[in-house]
């Protein structure tokens, strides 16, 4: 009980931040110098657990201030941080309550057991084709057995693609504006079909067994 009144705690003082203070800190973000390195992975952070800001949206924020390769590391490394502060407050904070949540959901449990099997490829499949959403696969992963150092190198490889794509479509705004919406059109388009295919195979699947 002490450790989910900690968590619950930590976890409004986050979203209370992230609420409150949005436009203070993307001002700061925007107006860049070493600052705005430090709050604009905090704010990264802060959107793992609430989507104060849309990720696509604030990912190509920073990619025009900072440039692709700045971009990307301010990015990643932000969320990173939130993710791990997920996978953490899931697996220490809210476990019973989770796992009692979880139970209702077949569709989880059976990733849950894909997880527990090929803890590696299963996370990092969903981090490159987010079939399954990002806080869910966090929470998975803290009620899993899977190990931190796995769930971490998973997880940090399969957000690359995504946060290069968004930097590079965020430096590229302010020059040509037509082209960075065509790179992140270009993406969602790829993802959805990705998305698509896997749903219409599971699909025929089952029919064919009923």
């Given at each position: ?18 609420f409150f203070q949005k436009d203070v800190l993307l001002e700061v973000v925007k107006h860049g110098g070493s600052w705005s390195i430090i709050v ?171």
């Open positions: 009980m002490q450790k989910r009144i900690i968590s619950i705690c930590i976890l409004l003082v986050i979203i209370a931040i992230g604009s992975m905090i704010l990264v952070a802060i959107c793992v657990f609430f989507p104060i800001v849309p990720f696509p949206v604030l990912a190509g924020i920073i990619g025009a201030v900072f440039g692709i390769t700045q971009g990307v590391f301010i990015s990643l490394t932000g969320a990173m941080a939130g993710t791990m502060g997920f996978f953490y407050l899931s697996r220490y904070g809210f476990r019973d309550w989770a796992e009692r949540k979880l139970a209702y959901h077949s569709k989880i449990k059976e990733y849950e057991e894909l997880l527990n099997r090929n803890s590696f490829i299963a996370i990092l499949t969903c981090r490159l084709i987010p079939v399954i959403p990002a806080p869910i696969v966090n929470i998975i992963c803290g009620l899993s057995r899977v190990k931190t150092i796995i769930f971490f190198t998973a997880s940090l490889v399969g957000k690359i693609p995504n946060i290069l794509i968004l930097s590079y479509a965020g430096a590229l705004f302010n020059n040509n504006k037509l082209y960075s919406f065509g790179i992140y059109g270009c993406y969602v388009l790829i993802i959805f079909f990705i998305n698509f295919a896997i749903f219409y195979l599971r699909s025929a699947k089952k029919s064919s067994l009923d």
